[in-house]
């Protein structure tokens, strides 16, 4: 009989211990994951404003000479990340792609312009810094149109500016709530030694002396917690880069670990400061509100 209590006793403590392990890794993760989503937030508006194209059009009587040295010209400009000469046959043969038929079957000439499709860097893709990069291009005579899409233009920017507001207060309400869950689960496991708690007072045992074995055992679960977390959120960012390279999710180093040693030191501190306050409560209630 005392042996099936037993069992029943340690399979109790290894339950509680395991949901206490699975709601730490769980907001810790996805308090990581938020915080992985902060830091690369601008990573990745950047590389969406980078994917619009201005497109530079040059008169049909421009040589050879004249796209080379536009060319050259491009790569000192502070403001291309990229760029790209496309031909008029080059281009012919886009749209012959798109619409399926060969329009200069038709017409019987070309009537398409040589062109540069410019990938703007992040910082520059703004309006007025649009306009005065066409004011300095427009210079060149032989440039007949500089076309970009500047509702686009206007319509990432102002997203960007609410999104980034959203995020940092969602990132706040996210992380006060998670040390409510945190604290509520560690609470709970407490609660149920609230009587092994009051006997070690009564039997003359100190306050620190009680604390103690309650604080180690929540840090230990609150770092296997954050451990696990950590491991789930490497793995993340390795899907991720894997899968979209081209965003370099993982080229911030320092900040990846900053937030990894972050979930770590969180699993850590709210354990630690959880269980103190919860073992206090019972150390100063009396015997009969125990139950």
Same mark, same amino acid.
């Given at each position: ?15 509680? %211990?395991? &949901? ?38 040059? +008169? /049909?009587?421009? /040589? ?6 536009? *060319? ?12 790209? %000469?496309?031909? +008029? ?6 749209? +012959?792609? @798109? ?10 000439? !070309? ?18 810094? @649009? ?16 076309? %970009?899409?500047?509702?686009?233009? /206007?319509?990432?920017?102002? !997203? ?23 604290? &509520? ?37 609150? $770092?296997?917690?954050?451990? $696990?977390? @950590? ?14 390279? *081209? ?6 180093? $320092? ?8 979930? $770590? ?10 269980? %103190? ?15």
């Amino acid at each position: 009989m005392s042996d099936s209590f037993e069992k029943f006793q340690k399979r109790r403590v290894i339950t509680s %211990y395991f &949901s206490v392990v699975l709601s730490i890794f769980l907001v810790l993760f996805l308090l990581g994951i938020l915080g992985l989503f902060v830091i690369n937030s601008k990573l990745l508006s950047d590389n969406f404003k980078e994917e619009i194209v201005m497109t530079v059009f040059f +008169k /049909t009587e421009a /040589t050879d000479s004249v796209t080379n040295a536009f *060319n050259s010209e491009l790569k000192t400009a502070k403001f291309a990340k990229s760029f790209a %000469y496309v031909s +008029k046959e080059k281009a012919a043969e886009q749209h +012959k792609k @798109i619409i399926g038929e060969d329009f200069m079957q038709f017409l019987g000439v !070309n009537p398409l312009q040589n062109s540069f499709d410019i990938h703007l860097k992040a910082d520059f893709v703004t309006n007025p810094e @649009i306009a005065k990069i066409q004011s300095r291009l427009r210079q060149n005579d032989m440039i007949a149109d500089i076309v %970009y899409d500047k509702q686009l233009v /206007t319509l990432v920017n102002d !997203n960007i500016k609410n999104i980034s507001m959203w995020i940092l207060i969602i990132s706040g309400l996210f992380a006060f709530v998670s040390v409510l869950l945190i604290n &509520s689960s560690l609470r709970l496991s407490i609660y149920a030694n609230r009587f092994i708690i009051k006997t070690m007072q009564m039997v003359g045992a100190t306050k620190s002396f009680i604390r103690k074995p309650f604080i180690q055992r929540s840090v230990i679960l609150g $770092l296997i917690g954050a451990v $696990l977390a @950590i491991v789930a959120l490497l793995g993340v960012l390795i899907y991720l880069q894997t899968s979209f390279p *081209n965003l370099g999710i993982i080229e911030n180093k $320092l900040a990846i670990g900053t937030v990894l040693l972050g979930v $770590l030191v969180l699993g850590v501190v709210i354990t630690f400061i959880s269980t %103190y306050f919860a073992t206090q409560r019972f150390l100063n209630l009396r015997t009969d509100d125990l139950y």
